[in-house]
């Protein structure tokens, strides 16, 4: 579904991305990994088109997506969350995932705000479909709760539930679990696993060890830019490689 060749990508002199290959399967969960400035979020940048790679290629389902724009890669069905969290924290839920939808729908606002009768049904669809995604995301019981009153947990999982409102067949997720507690990371991890029997194809940030091996079909390692292992997650653990890098990082792998 993914192909990324030879991806690269220097700061001034630095080497943020390295000549990276990989590929991502229908249907999986990749897991990409690697101490802090390891060069992940750069990596997901390039795919993206937040920022264009100094050298390489990234192919999607057979076409050549490099240096396209976010949201002509967006609409190509690669959607990706951020570290910092993608909501709109003055709208409630509902509002933020409807907001979500428009923007993928191109309904827009304006259209909307007119009340033809034709912009009647799309809202009604739209607020329908928000639902759904709010539910399925387990946030039935907040839907007219303001972003902002969320606990940090269920903010990220607004987060997800934006992104899925545009629809994706590829989802970027960066690192949707930092900072929450055992239990929204169980609501998280459950969430993910629903999302993957759905069809979706995810690759996945993640410094949480023990969900990124329970989570990925596969895991691929960098440090400095540079891929240092590939594998399922009893190979990658026991890579000799991966434990130097995050044991050199202060890392609790
Ligand atoms: N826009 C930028 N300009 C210059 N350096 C950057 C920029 N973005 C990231 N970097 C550097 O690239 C490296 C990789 O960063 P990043 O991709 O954020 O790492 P990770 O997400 O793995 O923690 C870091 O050394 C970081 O300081
Ligand atoms: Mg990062």
């Known amino acids: 579904m993914l192909e990324v060749k030879g991806l690269s990508k220097f700061f001034g002199g630095l080497e943020a991305v390295s000549n990276i290959d990989m590929t991502v399967k229908a249907g999986e969960i990749f897991g990409l990994i690697g101490p802090n400035g390891a060069g992940k979020t750069t990596f997901f940048n390039l795919i993206n088109g937040v920022i264009r790679p100094t050298r390489g290629r990234v192919i999607f389902e057979g076409q050549d997506i490099t240096g396209k724009k976010p949201h002509s890669v967006a609409k190509k069905g690669i959607i990706r969350t951020f570290q910092a969290n993608n909501i709109f924290p003055d709208f409630t839920v509902i509002e933020n995932v409807s907001l979500s939808c428009h923007l993928k729908t191109g309904i827009g606002i304006f259209e909307a705000s007119l009340h033809t009768p034709g912009s009647k049904k799309k809202e009604k669809d739209v607020l329908e479909r928000s639902y759904e995604i709010i539910k399925h995301a387990g946030l039935e019981s907040f839907t007219n709760t303001a972003a902002n009153s969320l606990s940090h947990g269920h903010k990220r999982i607004l987060g997800i539930a934006n992104a899925l409102a545009a629809e994706p067949k590829l989802l970027m997720l960066d690192e949707p679990l930092g900072g929450m507690n055992a239990e929204e990371v169980s609501e998280t991890i459950n969430l993910i696993r629903r999302l993957l029997d759905d069809g979706l194809t995810i690759l996945l940030i993640e410094h949480n060890m023990r969900a990124t091996m329970s989570l990925c079909d596969r ?29 050199g990082a202060g890392q609790n792998a």
């Open 219 to 247: 895991i691929f390692v960098i440090n400095f830019g540079k891929k240092i292992a590939e594998g399922n997650p009893a190979e990658v653990k026991e890579n000799p490689e991966v434990i130097k890098a995050y044991l």
